[in-house]
C-alpha cells in the first residue's frame, strides 16, 4: 500500500479484515508529515536564518508546525514503520527537483531568486547539491529511525498513548507460564 507496507490492523478493525485504503494513504503521509516538519524546522533555523530580523510566519511555519506534529504523532496513534520511509524519501526528492525547476524557471520568495538560501541552484549549484544530498540520504533516514525506534516505543509505554494504538503497535506483557502458578 501507500504506506509503504504496512497492512496491519487498526484498534477497532474487525478480525481478518486489513485497515481500509485510505487509512494506510493517512498513515502514509502522517509519517510524511511527522518527520518533515522536524527537518524543516531544525534546517531553516540552523542552515538559513542569519540571526536578523525575522518575519511573523516564519516562527509558525519552522517551529511551531513541529510542535504540533509532534503532540500529534505522541498523541494519534498512528503506526509507522521503517518500510514507510522510502515514502518521505520519495517526497523529499521531488521536493529537490521542485527546487531546481523553481529557482531555473527565475521563481522568487520575496526578493529572492530561491527558497532556502541553501538550496540556491543558480549561485552555487554544488553546495545546493551537498546539501540536498546529505538531508536526502543522511537527515531524512536519521530522523526517520529516530522516531520509529526512539518516539514511537516511548509512545506505545504512555499509557494514554498506548490505549490509542493497534495492538501490534504496543508491547505485550509476557503471557504467565504454569511454572508462575505454583
Not at 39 to 54: E, M, P, R, Y
Request: glycine share 8%.
Amino acid at each position: 500500500g501507500l504506506a509503504g507496507g504496512y497492512c496491519g490492523k487498526t484498534a477497532d478493525a474487525p478480525e481478518g479484515q486489513d485497515t481500509p485504503w485510505f487509512a494506510r494513504i493517512t498513515f502514509g503521509l502522517q509519517t510524511v508529515t511527522y518527520t518533515f516538519s522536524f527537518i524543516v524546522a531544525t534546517l531553516f533555523w540552523a542552515l538559513d536564518f542569519d540571526g536578523g530580523n525575522i518575519d511573523a510566519l516564519s516562527p509558525f511555519t519552522h517551529g511551531i508546525n513541529f510542535l504540533i506534529a509532534l503532540a500529534d504523532c505522541l498523541v494519534a496513534g498512528i503506526p509507522m514503520r521503517l518500510t514507510q520511509m522510502w515514502l518521505t524519501l520519495a517526497i523529499a526528492l521531488v521536493y529537490v527537483i521542485f527546487t531546481i525547476i523553481y529557482d531555473v524557471a527565475g521563481g522568487r520568495a520575496g526578493p529572492d531568486p530561491y527558497i532556502y538560501e541553501v538550496l540556491n541552484w543558480t549561485d552555487d549549484a554544488g553546495e545546493a547539491t551537498l546539501y540536498a544530498c546529505l538531508v536526502c540520504l543522511v537527515a531524512f533516514p536519521i530522523v526517520f529511525g529516530a522516531c520509529v525506534y526512539g518516539v514511537m516505543p516511548s509512545r506505545a509505554k504512555c499509557k494514554c498513548c498506548a490505549a490509542r494504538m493497534a495492538p501490534s503497535d504496543v508491547e505485550k506483557p509476557a503471557e504467565p507460564s504454569a511454572m508462575d502458578s505454583t
